[in-house]
């Protein structure tokens, strides 16, 4: 009989221990335990639950945190005030101590964009002459497109239905609607209450409506076209009715008057009404079925005047109307209406105002007998300044306040570059995306912006600007507080990926870069007090600019160069410029805070003609109040000579050539050395890096077209990090690497592909970023949903260091969070089960290649807080890790044992007893169980209460040993549990002890040797 003592780093120091202990070592799970440094597995640190108060807030008033990360050594969160809906209004807090709580760095009444997950789902390739309109429908995962293309060469219009499975991109459906020479042109995608997609078109010449349908459920493919009824017109406008009794309702024209019908599913027409004399130009149509109305919305064709009719559904009887929508202005632009739900006959309309500049978007919460029309700026449930609708935008509405809208410039066929901004009713982007440069001319339809019902997606039409035409896209994304965003520390800034990407200095977070160029509107030359030189030709540009707490200055993109030539007797030039769409505003000193516009010219040459240089003369501070986007003035009146003598050209040619400009929408953000780079673009195989750091300035991105700054992967980019000076890009399949110095202040450099580091794995899906964790030995990810892996310094892939847990991430095979602990050299993973409501932490000790688990339950999000552990619950409250253990309740602690062999697997010998000694620290209640079954079942052994009033005391040596009533078998494990009353810090595990005896000179045989 053999006394054995295993330490608890695996017993590698006895030669008794490598006989009949696995490779694997001492520990197969220890739950609720720590190795310290000198190798005793003591009871973990509890955790206590932070102050969740808001700061100068009611103290009725919380703070509900669904996210964590840590900058500058503070601890941030995103999360609401308890006053607000969780899932639509972001804000984010910083915990500023134990008597404080939480301080707000955004204004309560101004959230955060919640719109994340933005990227582009293919629809069509390049066709003759581009697309013209498109709309689209979603339902279930299953995107139903309509869109119609000119043909320069044949000179005849064809539209054609794509459908799209959005979790893949696979092209289900390619449909050209024509049926023999009949033709659906402008055509509407629409999701009937029955879940039928129904597509109405008009014909060439414009004297016919037709019908196509699509069923998901059943259909490969679309119906036959059906024939609704003769216009006169290519006007009409055509939307599903809301709940019941379902189908769709149009309307167009035919002699002057507007037709106006109701169908079912089945194309049978249940009601039809003609209003006389009205001739349109821009119509639009929402049907509500329980409350019997239909509301039409249209602009006269001879007075430009916006107005609304509202009739019943069942019968076509007036109710209100026609109502002027608006005063004084009047539009030659589009208009929308929607009715958001059936139990109220409220409804709200849209337009945008091209007869004032800046061009301004207008929205109306109406009642049912117009009550509030004619409305004008003081009126309005929603406005944004230099915005244009382009879009049926009240299809979408994440705020819950029926105020989003699509604004920007020159969308789809604008005669501008396309930046588009989805926004909230206050002007403040929700994001910013860039669409290429445009061609002129003016969109004919609105486009479409819905909501999966099912899969909680919301889709946008958009159209991808190539050379001389556009390709049609469907835009996808997410708009909700609580997905968790990515967070990368550069430069003394935290940049955080986001439907707009986030730039924080811990004062206020604000978007990175800003998301558009200002826009000059005019530029004038007059007589005045100025020195401006007359008949000269000079240019002129424009940028924002702000600075930050910690003084980094923020520069925009500049704008395009403005060109104007000064009259005989002309000293000053006036310059009108369109404001931009800012979260600057936001921060709770939203009242005192501006930024600048800073305006640039060249200084003429003798002869008059305009000089290569933009000197800096002026710049007009911005206040962030109110309304965003609201026209700016700036005058020029320096004489050139003045000008020169400044000597502050634009940085566009003092630093670098290329202009900067926001980050497109981004799910990933990672620190690449000098850099930072975003992945997880509306075009999901890139990656962009940002420009070189320069000093005193906040990073800062430039055009995503630029190809010396960006690299593309093989598929779609599930994650980034570093290796090195290098960058790494995990695809669902690949690990790729790239290496190089990129381009430098001058944009002159770029990266170069190094290789495929794997092509085993790289992340699990589009959420594993959150299993990604950079350490000194490389960085850990998740690779399958039960496995865990490392990528090293050198560029391999480690398996092995996540196979002691397998079995943790089979039942909680869902990683929602990451965190390197540096004090205790950890990294700490929260799982969860794959319905979210169970889950545990893993915690891996680098030093001692340990893996811990920790009981807590469901964790959203981990983060580091002066050194320690910090997590938040599914309830929003936020819990530290205490510093020592034996504070709280003192949680149960387990220490399971691999299997011991005797000798081999078909070995047998006897297990007499088992025992373990260690250090009492406080009371507690001891026990042991054994496995022969490799953990299936444990079998009780006995237990032992350790306590002051056994004789215990700080200190002294626990010996104990129980013998084992069922000794004989070919493997056995241990399990020691540890249970204790609050605040115990229960014991210190120092060593395991076996007394075993191996039969002498017998083995067990196989079965075929038995006979």
């Not at 821009?282 to 509202?310: E, F």
């Not at 604000?510 to 509107?521: C, D, K, Q, T, Y």
């Not at 995503?704 to 960058?727: F, H, K, N, P």
């Not at 220490?895 to 507690?924: C, H, K, N, P, R």
């Amino acid at each position: 009989m053999t006394l054995t003592r295993y330490a608890l780093d695996g017993g590698a120091n006895s030669a008794a221990a490598r006989r009949i202990l696995p490779p694997e070592g001492l520990i197969r799970r220890a739950v609720n335990l720590r190795l310290r440094r000198d190798n005793e597995l003591e009871q973990r640190p509890g955790f206590t639950a932070l102050d969740m108060g808001i700061m100068e807030a009611s103290a009725t008033f919380t703070a509900r945190i669904h996210d964590l990360f840590s900058f500058q050594g503070r601890l941030f969160g995103f999360g609401s005030s308890t006053t607000l809906s969780i899932d639509t209004n972001l804000q984010m807090f910083e915990f500023v101590g134990a008597a404080e709580g939480w301080r707000a760095l955004n204004d309560v009444l101004k959230p955060l964009p919640i719109a994340t997950d933005v990227r582009d789902v293919a629809v069509t390739p390049e066709v003759e002459n581009g697309v013209f309109t498109m709309t689209l429908a979603a339902n279930n995962g299953i995107l139903v497109t309509a869109f119609d293309s000119v043909g320069t060469a044949s000179g005849v219009s064809d539209s054609f239905g794509v459908v799209v499975r959005a979790s893949d991109d696979a092209t289900l459906v390619v449909k050209n609607l024509k049926d023999s020479a009949t033709r659906m042109l402008r055509p509407v995608v629409m999701l009937l209450a029955s879940g039928l997609f129904a597509v109405v078109g008009v014909t060439v010449t414009g004297n016919q409506l037709n019908v196509r349908t699509f069923d998901a459920s059943t259909g490969e493919d679309f119906s036959a076209r059906t024939i609704l009824y003769t216009t006169d017109s290519v006007n009409f406008a055509a939307a599903a009715v809301l709940g019941a009794p379902g189908g769709y309702v149009t309307v167009g024209t035919l002699a002057g008057d507007l037709v106006i019908r109701h169908y079912n599913d089945s194309h049978v027409q249940q009601m039809t009404v003609t209003k006389a004399g009205i001739a349109v130009v821009n119509l639009a149509i929402a049907a509500n079925g329980p409350q019997d109305r239909i509301t039409v919305c249209y602009v006269t064709a001879t007075t430009n005047v916006p107005r609304a009719l509202t009739i019943q559904l069942t019968n076509g009887a007036t109710v209100t109307g026609p109502t002027i929508i608006t005063t004084p202005e009047t539009i030659t632009s589009n208009i929308s209406v929607k009715y958001h739900t059936t139990a109220s006959r409220d409804f709200t309309i849209a337009l945008d105002i091209n007869t004032i500049t800046p061009r301004t978007v207008y929205g109306f919460t109406v009642n049912d007998t117009h009550s509030t029309l004619p409305g004008g700026s003081s009126t309005v449930t929603f406005s944004a300044t230099n915005a244009q609708l382009s879009t049926e935008v009240l299809d979408l509405d994440p705020t819950g306040v029926s105020s989003s809208f699509v604004a920007g410039y020159g969308f789809i066929n604008g005669a501008t570059d396309q930046k588009v901004t989805v926004g909230f009713g206050s002007g403040r982007p929700m994001f910013f995306k860039d669409f290429g440069t445009a061609t002129s001319g003016v969109p004919t339809r609105l486009g479409s912006h819905v909501q999966d019902a099912v899969t909680g997606y919301y889709y946008m039409t958009t159209m991808v600007a190539v050379t001389g035409s556009f390709l049609g896209m469907a835009t996808e994304y997410r708009a909700g507080s609580l997905r968790r965003r990515q967070v990368a520390v550069l430069g003394g800034l935290a940049l955080i990926a986001n439907g707009v990407p986030l730039i924080t200095d811990g004062r206020s977070a604000v978007e990175s870069g800003w998301g558009e160029a200002p826009l000059i509107l005019t530029a004038t030359p007059s007589v005045g007090a100025g020195s401006v030189q007359s008949s000269a030709e000079y240019f002129v540009q424009v940028h924002a600019e702000w600075v930050d707490s910690r003084g980094n200055v923020h520069s925009g993109p500049v704008s395009k160069v403005f060109a104007l030539t000064t009259g005989a007797a002309d000293n000053v030039i006036t310059v009108t410029v369109a404001g931009l769409h800012s979260l600057r505003g936001n921060g709770v000193l939203s009242e005192a805070t501006a930024y600048r516009l800073v305006f640039f010219r060249t200084a003429a040459l003798a002869d008059g003609s305009t000089g290569e240089n933009l000197y800096r003369e002026t710049e007009v501070t911005v206040a962030l109040t109110g309304g965003l986007g609201a026209s700016i003035v700036g005058v020029l009146t320096l004489s050139d000579n003045a000008l020169r003598a400044i000597g502050t050209t634009i940085y566009t040619q003092s630093q670098t050539p290329v202009s900067n400009q926001a980050p497109p929408p981004c799910r990933y953000v990672w620190p690449l050395n000098d850099r930072a780079g975003v992945a997880g673009l509306p075009r999901a195989e890139q990656i962009l890096e940002s420009k070189l750091l320069f000093p005193g300035e906040a990073v800062a991105f430039t055009d995503t077209d630029l190809v010396q700054y960006q690299v593309r992967a093989s598929e779609d980019v599930l994650g980034i990090a570093r290796l090195g000076s290098g960058r790494v890009a995990f695809t669902s399949r690949e690990i790729h690497l790239w290496e190089g110095e990129g381009p430098d202040h001058s944009g002159q450099g770029e990266f170069s592909y190094a290789g495929c580091l794997s092509n085993e794995g790289g992340l699990v899906d589009a959420d594993g970023w959150r299993s990604l964790c950079e350490t000194d030995e490389g960085t850990f990810f998740q690779r399958e949903f039960d496995q865990l892996c490392m990528l090293t310094k050198g560029g391999g892939v480690d398996r092995k260091v996540g196979e002691a847990v397998r079995d943790e991430l089979v039942a909680y095979p869902v990683v929602v969070a990451t965190t390197f602990l540096r004090r205790s050299h950890q990294v700490a993973f929260a799982l969860q089960n794959a319905a979210g409501n169970d889950g545990e932490v893993l915690v891996y000790d680098l030093r001692r290649k340990q893996w811990f688990v920790d009981d807590v339950g469901v964790v959203d999000a981990l983060a580091e807080y002066q050194g320690r552990l910090v997590y938040c619950t599914r309830a929003g409250a936020v819990h530290q890790q205490d510093a020592l253990p034996g504070t709280g309740a003192m949680p149960t602690q387990v220490l399971d044992t691999f299997d011991f062999d005797f000798g081999s697997g078909q070995s047998w010998g006897a297990i007499i007893s088992a025992g373990m000694v260690g250090e009492y620290v406080a009371d507690t209640t001891l026990a042991l169980s054994i496995t022969y079954d490799s953990g299936l079942s444990y079998t009780a052994i006995g237990s032992w209460a350790v306590t002051a009033a056994n004789g215990y005391s700080a200190g002294k040596i626990v010996s104990v040993k129980k013998a084992i009533p069922d000794p004989r078998c070919s493997r056995f494990g241990l399990r020691w549990t540890l249970s204790g009353s609050s605040g115990s810090a229960g014991l210190r595990i120092n060593e395991i002890t076996l007394e075993t005896e191996t039969a002498p000179g017998m083995s067990r045989l196989p079965a075929r040797d038995t006979q």
